[in-house]
């Protein structure tokens, strides 16, 4: 929905969850709000073009509460945890981060949360829009292990954009500054307890600051305000084409619990079945990579104008008059100077430079399958 096109007049009910940082995000110019995981999430604060480029150019601060914690504890949280991912979290260290996708049992893909190994057993979850909680405390009261699950009283911030390090130098200084990228440390701002990870969705140089105290939540917020005036800090919301210029996924978007990872493309390196452990889906997982997948959520190049906005609906993707997929985001990429996005498509038409046609709401446009991410394969901007 275009900006223009919404009210003024904002309504908050009491049946969804407001983070800790939401006040401070009215207070500063918040004007409209999405609901993920139950929660209110920043939709914008100014033209999303505008912080597109503040982000690229500055450092900004972004409320993600919405990542609600899963947090696993216990004598048995390792196993306990191993079994719930396709990762191989034997290779996973102490305050290690890692990509991890959590499986169903018939191998769809319940969640792909960043997962912080915050201790020798204790994990974090920081999960996307699905009920993880639930469904971890489901398979805990049947799997005879040791462990306990809870949300626990953890809100992330997120600090992005090429002058995250000088900002988070000044709050925290060079043992926090000098992270590796996906790795996490415990820290203290003054008596404000948190943890600080090397993480962020944008594929730009940025730490996220997870607090853990969410009464302290406004005075985290300015104190990340003040200390970043000198670098020109501007909150946004979470910035939609910046993801998709790096093939960051959103789940209950361009996936679901229908797909598995091996029709994602870049995911499948993922799943991996050389360890020793079992995983929930695990001999689903097996026989899909031995059979092959029918379809693939690839990257899109779309003609025509600058979209305004990501997408408020699929759009079909068609093939000789015959629909054939759909696309799943769309935006336009200021950088890049043309409209990009994710669709799902038919195997053979997953292949780099396959043309297609998407039908949009004002009529159809020529589209064409790209390779992902759409810039930067190798994360050099975030590791830098």
């Known amino acids: 929905m275009g900006q223009d096109a919404l009210s003024t007049t904002l309504y908050f009910g009491p049946w969804y969850r407001r983070s800790p940082f939401f006040e401070a995000t009215l207070r500063h110019g918040c004007q409209a709000y999405d609901i993920y995981n139950h929660m209110y999430l920043p939709g914008y604060y100014d033209d999303p073009v505008k912080e597109y480029w503040h982000l690229l150019n500055h450092v900004t601060i972004w409320d993600v509460a919405v990542e609600r914690i899963v947090e696993i504890t216990g004598p048995d949280a390792f196993d306990f945890t191993n079994m719930l991912t396709c990762r191989d979290l034997?290779?996973?260290?102490?305050?290690?981060?890692?990509?991890?996708?959590i499986t169903a049992e018939d191998g769809g893909i319940i969640n792909d949360p960043v997962l912080l190994r915050v201790a020798d057993n204790r994990f974090w979850l920081a999960v996307a829009d699905s009920d993880v909680l639930l469904w971890a405390k489901g398979v805990a009261v049947h799997s005879g292990m040791d462990v306990t699950v809870v949300e626990p009283d953890?809100?992330?911030?997120?600090?992005?954009?090429?002058?995250?390090?000088d900002l988070i130098q000044t709050l925290f200084g060079p043992e926090v500054t000098g992270l590796r990228y996906y790795w996490c440390v415990q820290a203290d701002l003054g008596d404000i307890p948190v943890l600080v990870s090397r993480t962020g969705?944008?594929?730009?140089?940025?730490?996220?600051?997870?607090?853990?105290?969410?009464?302290?939540?406004?005075?985290?917020?300015?104190?990340?305000?003040?200390?970043?005036?000198?670098?020109?800090?501007?909150?946004?919301a979470p910035c939609e084409a910046r993801r998709i210029e790096a093939g960051i996924f959103n789940y209950r978007s361009d996936m679901t619990l229908e797909n598995n990872p091996f029709e994602i493309t870049g995911m499948e390196r993922l799943v991996e079945l050389d360890q020793d452990a079992d995983f929930i889906g695990r001999k689903a997982l097996e026989r899909i990579r031995t059979e092959g997948v029918k379809r693939k959520l690839v990257g899109i190049e779309l003609g025509g104008g600058a979209l305004p906005f990501e997408l408020a609906s699929f759009w079909p993707v068609v093939l000789d008059g015959r629909r054939v997929g759909y696309v799943t985001d769309a935006i336009w990429s200021p950088r890049l100077e043309h409209n990009i996005g994710y669709a799902w498509v038919p195997m053979e038409l997953s292949v780099p430079g396959s043309g297609v046609v998407v039908e949009m709401p004002e009529g159809t446009t020529p589209a064409r399958v790209v390779t992902l991410p759409f810039i930067d394969p190798k994360k050099d901007i975030p590791k830098s």
């Not at 290779?91 to 996708?101: E, F, M, N, R, V």
């Not at 953890?154 to 390090?165: A, L, R």
């Not at 969705?201 to 300015?222: H, K, M, N, S």
């Open 90 to 101: 034997t290779k996973c260290a102490i305050g290690q981060c890692k990509y991890a996708i």
């Open 154 to 165: 953890v809100s992330p911030i997120q600090v992005q954009g090429p002058k995250s390090k």
């Open 201 to 236: 969705w944008t594929g730009e140089v940025g730490y996220e600051i997870y607090l853990r105290d969410g009464a302290r939540g406004d005075e985290l917020w300015e104190r990340v305000i003040d200390a970043g005036r000198p670098f020109d800090i501007k909150p946004i």
